[in-house]
């Protein structure tokens, strides 16, 4: 059951926030008004349409407003066309966005805590920093002593209808997955343009 906060941020700035949002059980009760009191909200400004789409991504990915803004410094310094897809590299690439887009956590809030209370290992040294930026080769395990545990049992039935992006992959066999490409902006619900302008201002 998706809790009255995270219920009104979804409906504030739209279902692909949470995991939890992204059902019709939400959105039945969100066109419903959700929430007693709620009022249709006005079409934004350009700048509030700016902010609402940098608070999509600070909640989507569980990123601090400084961890953000350092994001966006490091892609603009790539000018043109590559200022966009390297922005999103910089997001899919933290070490907790990778175990969960591995189908090895229900969300991103779960991997980052997997991650500090170190089941993981990046090429083969323990790593406990949520941040931590992989790059293609980079090759992530479960540690050995974490396998046994309730948190990785049936990764392979769980995982059997899962097709994790083409820029990853895990074996459920070895436990083991690995980057093996950048990853491609085929994210719809961020408008990563709009907040490299926000903070372009």
């Not at 059951?1 to 009760?29: E, H, N, W």
């Not at 690439?93 to 991997?111: E, F, I």
């Not at 209370?117 to 941040?131: A, Q, Y």
């Amino acid at each position: 059951m998706i809790s009255k906060p995270k219920f009104k941020i979804c409906r504030r700035l739209g279902p692909g926030v949470y995991d939890k949002c992204q059902t019709s059980k939400f959105r039945t009760a969100s066109t419903k008004g959700g929430l007693p009191g709620a009022r249709r909200p006005k079409a934004p400004s350009e700048y509030g349409a700016q902010l609402i789409e940098k608070q999509k991504i600070r909640f989507s990915y569980g990123i601090t407003e400084r961890q953000l803004s350092n994001y966006v410094k490091k892609a603009s310094n790539i000018k043109g066309a590559g200022t966009v897809d390297k922005f999103y590299e910089e997001l899919e690439c933290r070490l907790d966005n990778v175990v969960y887009r591995m189908g090895l956590s229900p969300s991103r809030r779960a991997a980052r805590q997997m991650v500090s209370h170190g089941h993981f290992i990046v090429n083969d040294k323990k790593v406990t920093i949520p941040s931590y930026e992989l790059k293609a080769g980079d090759v992530l395990k479960i540690k050995e002593g974490s396998k046994p545990k309730k948190l990785f049992a049936n990764i392979a039935e769980k995982n059997k209808d899962y097709n994790p992006p083409a820029w990853i992959t895990f074996d459920t066999g070895i436990m083991e997955g690995k980057i093996v490409d950048r990853p491609k902006n085929t994210e719809s619900f961020l408008d990563l343009n709009a907040v490299l302008e926000f903070y372009s201002r």
